[in-house]
Structure formats: structure tokens, C-alpha cells
């Protein structure tokens, strides 16, 4: 059979407690303590990146808003000069029509007055050349 000495069960018991506490004081309480501080540096790294990530999202959010509000802005503005260009070029054609008009006009009053001082002048020779015609079908 088996025999237990009462004494030996008690050293060994006293042993073992003696090694459960200096083991726990030594060996696992600093590694709970590491552990526990990388549980923490980890979680809070976790935390800063999200935290970061929510910064860039808002970021990248006021960088759309004023990139949207540069493209309406620019649109206005090439429309308003491109409003202004097309006014500009109606105002030009229309001078230019305008002053075409003008010596047009121009052009024909002086015709006019050519054509009416060439008639005047025909007139006033049309009784010196009749004379000269008369003359030559009398001689002849």
C-alpha cells in the first residue's frame, strides 16, 4: 500500500506554496504587466489610427467642399467672360456692319452725284456735239 508521511506531505505543501508565491512575484506578474502594456499600447494605437483616420476623412471632406466650390466658381466665371466675349463680338460685328452701312451709303451718294455731274456735263455737250454733227452731215 501506500504510505503518506504526514510530514513530507506538509513540506511539500509548503514547497510548492513557496514557489507558487516566488514564481507569481518573480516570473508571472511581470509578464501580466507586459502583456497588460502592450494590451494598452496596442488599443491605443487602434484608437490614434482611427482617430487619425476620422481626421483625414474630414480633412479630405473640406478639400472636395472647396475643390466643388472652385469648379462652380471657375464654371461662373468662364461663362460670365464667355458672356462678355459674345457681347464684346456682337458689339464689334455690329460696328463693323454699321460702318459698312456707312460707306456703302457713302459710296452710292458719291455715284449719285458722279452719275448726275456726268449728266449735267453730257447735257451741256450734247448741244456742242449736235452743233458739230449738223455741221459734219452739212459739209458733206
Given at each position: 500500500m501506500l504510505d503518506i508521511s504526514p510530514l513530507w506531505f506538509l513540506v511539500?505543501?509548503?514547497q510548492f506554496l513557496f514557489l507558487l508565491v516566488f514564481l507569481n512575484k518573480v516570473l508571472f506578474q511581470p509578464l501580466l504587466k507586459i502583456f497588460k502594456e502592450r494590451?494598452?499600447?496596442t488599443s491605443g494605437?487602434?484608437?490614434?489610427?482611427?482617430?487619425?483616420?476620422k481626421d483625414k476623412d474630414?480633412?479630405?471632406a473640406k478639400i472636395d467642399a472647396k475643390l466643388s466650390?472652385?469648379?462652380?466658381?471657375a464654371k461662373k466665371t468662364f461663362e460670365?467672360?464667355?458672356k462678355e466675349g459674345s457681347d464684346v463680338q456682337k458689339g464689334a460685328l455690329e460696328v463693323a456692319?454699321?460702318?459698312?452701312v456707312e460707306i456703302n451709303k457713302k459710296a452710292k451718294e458719291e455715284l449719285e452725284a458722279a452719275t448726275e455731274k456726268a449728266r449735267a456735263g453730257l447735257k451741256t455737250n450734247i448741244e456742242a456735239f449736235s452743233k458739230?454733227?449738223?455741221e459734219k452731215l452739212v459739209t458733206v
Open positions: 511539500q505543501l509548503a494590451e494598452d499600447n494605437a487602434l484608437e490614434n489610427a482611427k482617430a487619425l483616420d474630414e480633412v479630405l466650390d472652385g469648379r462652380v466658381q460670365e467672360l464667355a456692319q454699321n460702318e459698312a458739230q454733227i449738223v
